[in-house]
């Protein structure tokens, strides 16, 4: 298995950084007028932005850093791709392209403008009531305009924004910082996580108080699955007890609930609790991920490997020829109703990419699966 994933790995990377426009664009962007909840988004494909996909890129590869077989990593890639950025001029700051300096904030180079972009969420960002993160976001097709979306909190902040503060307070031992990191989880959890069914909803609207239409995403769920790990990992003693009890107990029963929900294909509905909707890969990856890694930090014990087992092989089948990512759900707001989940189209995207290489990167460090 582990030379399959090695050389599975190897052609997704190559992809990712390859990855070419989607051939029936013309037809996404005519399609995308009539509403969002379709899901094209020009910034959502190859390595040419600075945004939350490309950002999970970069955290992907660099996961590969030390791992046999991949040469010491992806470092000067990181750099000069980080220059070429800062050359063509960087993006308004938001919650989604803070994500690449998550791992760019490591280079030397990056320093002052991880500093800047840090002060940003601790001084600048819009908050909501009770002082959440709200999840801005670069406009549909610019990245010099901004989606304010007043008074929303979203489950994907904790991956884009606060694994970052988080990791910036580590580096600079700033406790504020690693305070404010260890209370947005909380924010999230206390408004978004359903302890009914040990589910996420995709966000929270502080205006109309309520879940907006009460949907369990995929992926919105993964990003708590991959958060919350490496979120434990970057902390390690430096957040209370009480911190720690909230993040890991909140991870290890949406876990549990995961496993109940997978398909038997060994990927999840992109609805987790209709199985009329159709399975995802992305979501399925990045939950993989976390579990994974939940493995290996200790937070969870073996019995949990033989569903990243199903996992880990349904993801492989679902790598082509060329080394894309197949059935993943293009770019998704908030959708108005559950049934527009459905109808996200499928896309090469660049997240879709850089989502199943974690996934194997990961799954290198088992050699049981």
Not at 111 to 116: D, I, M, Q, S, V
Not at 122 to 140: A, D, W
């Amino acid at each position: 298995m582990q030379e399959t994933i090695q050389r599975e790995l190897k052609k997704v990377i190559n992809q990712l950084l390859n990855l070419k426009r989607p051939d029936n664009e013309s037809q996404l962007k005519e399609l995308s007028d009539e509403g969002k909840a379709l899901g094209y988004f020009p910034r959502d494909f190859g390595m040419d932005e600075w945004d939350w996909p490309q950002g999970i890129g970069l955290y992907g590869l660099n996961k590969l850093t030390n791992q046999e077989g991949f040469d010491g990593g992806y470092r000067e890639f990181f750099l000069n791709w980080s220059n070429e950025q800062i050359e063509r001029g960087l993006p308004l700051k938001n919650v989604n392209t803070t994500a690449p300096l998550l791992t760019l904030m490591d280079l030397p180079s990056i320093e002052k403008l991880a500093l800047e972009w840090m002060q940003w969420v601790e001084r600048e960002c819009p908050r909501t009531k009770e002082n959440g993160i709200q999840h801005v976001t670069s406009g549909n097709t610019s990245k010099f305009e901004l989606n304010l979306h007043d008074q929303e909190i979203w489950i994907d902040t904790l991956f884009m924004v606060v694994l970052f503060t988080a990791k910036m307070g580590k580096k600079y031992n700033n406790a504020a910082w690693m305070n404010e990191a260890a209370y947005q989880f909380a924010l999230h959890i206390q408004y978004i996580f359903s302890p009914e069914n040990s589910l996420f909803f995709h966000g929270y609207d502080f205006n109309n108080l309520n879940n907006f239409s009460a949907a369990h995403w995929c992926r919105g769920n993964s990003w708590f699955t991959l958060a919350a790990p490496e979120f434990l990992e970057i902390m390690q003693d430096s957040m209370t007890a009480e911190s720690r009890e909230l993040i890991f107990g909140t991870y290890k029963a949406q876990v549990d609930k995961l496993v109940e929900l997978q398909h038997e294909s060994g990927l999840w509905h992109t609805l987790l609790d209709d199985r009329d909707s159709y399975t995802e890969v992305s979501g399925s990856a990045a939950i993989t991920a976390g579990i994974l890694k939940g493995i290996r930090l200790g937070l969870l014990d073996a019995s949990y490997l033989e569903p990243c087992r199903n996992a880990v092989a349904a993801v492989l089948k679902n790598i082509s020829e060329d080394g894309t990512v197949l059935n993943v759900s293009a770019g998704t707001p908030i959708c108005e109703s559950k049934e527009d989940y459905k109808k996200i189209v499928f896309a090469p995207t660049a997240y879709g990419q850089a989502l199943v290489i974690v996934l194997l990167a990961e799954a290198l460090y088992h050699p049981e699966l």
